[in-house]
């Protein structure tokens, strides 16, 4: 998951939790449903106010993936009584060998600042979203670097269960 914002000030207190993390992995995966894992605001304490906390992270594989749902790891924003900085935004990362329909919403941008008008602070940098398909030739095997058994997945005739040509006969 994501790190907890940082207090400020001599209370050093305030920051807001990181998000949570959360790891799909199954043959057949479908998520039409919001999957949130934010960082948490930051908040005032006394006279100091705290970070936002860093987004979390989301981790889907499978076969088949069907994702259009919203995808959350947003950072949280900074409170705003002092110089509370936003969290950075977090990581979304699918990996598929068939794409039955990858189409999420998704937010991955850092928090805003917290500030006023004697001090500032910096927003959150946006956090990463990639989607990678592990079966390039689409002969329905992985690749080997994704924990399959292709050892050429640019080239569908040649698999572990392909017919073996000797000499090209």
């Avoid at 043959?27 to 934010?38: K, L, Q, V, W």
């Avoid at 409170?79 to 979304?92: K, L, M, T």
């Amino acid at each position: 998951g994501g790190s907890g914002g940082s207090g400020d000030g001599d209370t050093g207190n305030g920051g807001g939790n990181g998000g949570a993390a959360v790891w799909l992995e199954a043959e057949t995966i479908n998520i039409a449903g919001t999957i949130r894992m934010r960082g948490q605001n930051g908040f005032n304490w006394l006279n100091d106010s705290g970070g936002g906390g860093a987004g979390g992270g989301i981790l889907i594989q499978g076969s088949t993936v069907n994702v259009t749902g919203p995808l959350n790891v947003r950072g949280g924003n900074g409170a705003s009584f002092d110089d509370g900085g936003g969290g950075g935004g977090g990581r979304i990362k699918i990996f598929f060998r068939n794409n039955a329909g990858i189409t999420p919403t998704v937010t991955i941008a850092g928090g805003s600042a917290g500030g006023n008008t004697c001090e500032n602070a910096n927003p959150g940098a946006a956090g990463t979203y990639t989607t990678t398909d592990t079966d390039v030739d689409g002969d329905q095997i992985s690749a080997t670097v994704w924990g399959g058994t292709d050892c050429n997945d640019n080239n569908a005739a040649i698999n572990p269960g392909a017919n073996e040509l000797c000499n090209g006969f």
